[in-house]
């Protein structure tokens, strides 16, 4: 299938890396968020990264405004029932994800392809609510978009092939490099990734190091561009301690416990830089650990 057109659902950091990099490969994007301050701010927060790049000689000025004039946005869901391709891109919650999809299918054209940027979710269970498992599957980009070369393909156990193929040729176009997972809680990256951030809590929480001498470590010791801390900030806490859930819920082993300080600091709407604080405070000149 030919896609031309993608919808972009939820306008967070992800949804607005996401409908960066498709504006610039050459298709048209249509972004949705349940918030007009979500939209506003993503189409301002491109602008300003799509600006970076002119800066750094990546692409041309022409370029960046014929990507910006490729992005519409809309609080209609419904809008994005035409696209060819549609993302999901929402908070990383089933609940949240299955609503949805299920808001979405009464509009969609038959051949559109769904797909959900999930970190962990399983993709059999949310592509088996929808009326086309078949074309469904996990399109997991990583952050930031515009910078990180790796995108993961996940079919669940109904996709078909020219579904996967079709996303293939999509990650080719987007000059990106494909990596196929299995269809199991966190899939590949974040099967990996998620326990070593987590245990980087564990550490903090026991005081075997303190915020700035785990991060240290892990830059100079391993050789890491962000520390581990750094990055779950990075990420979003909430989307770590919801990745590390479905781990344990999933894989029911009690190494993949989220640490209680991760939960805590969730608890307190910390959240790292969406919110301000984290592992680290924001909102000075520069960031100070917070324990
Ligand atoms: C949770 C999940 O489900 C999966 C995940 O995504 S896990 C998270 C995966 N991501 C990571 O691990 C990121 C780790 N961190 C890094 O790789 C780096 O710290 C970083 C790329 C984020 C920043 O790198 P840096 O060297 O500290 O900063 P900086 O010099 O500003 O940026 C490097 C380059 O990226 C570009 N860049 C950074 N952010 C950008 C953005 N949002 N948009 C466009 N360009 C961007 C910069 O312009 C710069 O470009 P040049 O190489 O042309 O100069
Ligand atoms: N952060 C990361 O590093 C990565 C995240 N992901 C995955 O990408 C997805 C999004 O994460 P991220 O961008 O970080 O999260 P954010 O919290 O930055 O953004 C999520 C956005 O979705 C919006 N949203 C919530 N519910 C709906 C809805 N029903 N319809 C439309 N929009 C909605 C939120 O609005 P509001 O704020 O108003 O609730 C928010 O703007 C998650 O599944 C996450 O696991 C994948 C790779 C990396």
Same mark, same amino acid.
């Given at each position: 299938?030919?896609?031309?057109? &993608?919808? #972009?659902?939820?306008?967070?950091?992800?949804?607005? !890396? /996401? +409908?960066?990099?498709? @504006?610039?490969?050459?298709?048209?994007?249509?972004?949705?968020?349940?918030?007009?301050?979500?939209?506003?701010?993503?189409?301002?927060?491109?602008?300003?990264?799509?600006?970076?790049?002119?800066?750094?000689?990546?692409?041309?000025?022409?370029?960046?405004?014929?990507?910006?004039?490729?992005?519409?946005?809309?609080?209609?869901?419904?809008?994005?029932?035409?696209?060819?391709?549609?993302?999901e891109?929402?908070?990383?919650r089933e609940t949240v994800k299955s609503a949805i999809f299920e808001d979405?299918?009464?509009?969609?054209?038959?051949?559109?392809?769904?797909?959900s940027?999930?970190?962990?979710i399983?993709?059999?269970r949310l592509?088996s609510r929808t009326?086309?498992?078949?074309?469904?599957?996990?399109?997991?980009?990583?952050?930031? &978009?515009? #910078?990180?070369?790796?995108?993961?393909?996940?079919? !669940? /156990? +109904?996709?078909?092939? @020219?579904?996967?193929?079709?996303?293939?040729?999509?990650?080719?176009?987007?000059?990106?490099?494909?990596?196929?997972?299995?269809?199991?809680?966190?899939?590949?990256?974040?099967?990996?990734?998620?326990?070593?951030?987590?245990?980087?809590?564990?550490?903090?929480?026991?005081?075997?190091?303190?915020?700035?001498?785990?991060?240290?470590?892990?830059?100079?010791?391993?050789?890491?561009?962000?520390?581990?801390?750094?990055?779950?900030?990075?990420?979003?806490?909430?989307?770590?301690?919801?990745?590390?859930?479905?781990?344990?819920?999933?894989?029911?082993?009690?190494?993949?416990?989220?640490?209680?300080?991760?939960?805590?600091?969730?608890?307190?709407?910390?959240?790292?830089?969406?919110?301000?604080?984290?592992?680290?405070?924001?909102?000075?000149? #520069?960031?100070?650990?917070?324990?």
């Open positions: 299938m030919d896609i031309k057109s &993608v919808g #972009v659902i939820g306008a967070g950091q992800m949804g607005n !890396g /996401i +409908a960066h990099v498709f @504006a610039v490969a050459g298709f048209d994007v249509m972004m949705t968020d349940i918030s007009q301050d979500a939209l506003d701010q993503a189409m301002a927060l491109i602008r300003r990264n799509l600006e970076r790049q002119v800066s750094r000689e990546k692409i041309s000025r022409e370029d960046m405004e014929t990507a910006m004039a490729r992005i519409t946005t809309t609080l209609k869901l419904p809008e994005l029932g035409q696209t060819d391709l549609v993302i891109a929402a908070t990383e979405l299918q009464p509009h969609l054209k038959p051949e559109t392809i769904l797909t940027n999930t970190s962990s399983s993709i059999t592509a009326d086309r498992p078949e074309r469904f599957m996990g399109f997991h980009f990583m952050n930031p &978009v515009p #910078v990180m070369q790796l995108v993961e393909l996940i079919r !669940g /156990i +109904a996709t078909d092939e @020219a579904t996967y193929k079709t996303l293939l040729g999509v990650v080719e176009k987007l000059g990106k490099t494909a990596a196929s997972a299995e269809d199991f809680p966190a899939f590949i990256v974040n099967r990996i990734l998620m326990p070593m951030i987590n245990e980087a809590v564990y550490t903090l929480y026991e005081g075997v190091g303190s915020v700035r001498s785990i991060d240290e470590s892990m830059k100079l010791g391993a050789n890491h561009p962000m520390g581990p801390l750094e990055l779950a900030d990075f990420i979003g806490l909430d989307t770590c301690l919801a990745i590390m859930n479905v781990l344990h819920d999933g894989l029911a082993d009690t190494k993949y416990r989220p640490c209680p300080l991760l939960t805590k600091y969730v608890e307190a709407g910390w959240l790292g830089r969406k919110t301000q604080r984290g592992f680290y405070d924001y909102r000075g000149e #520069v960031p100070v650990p917070t324990r």
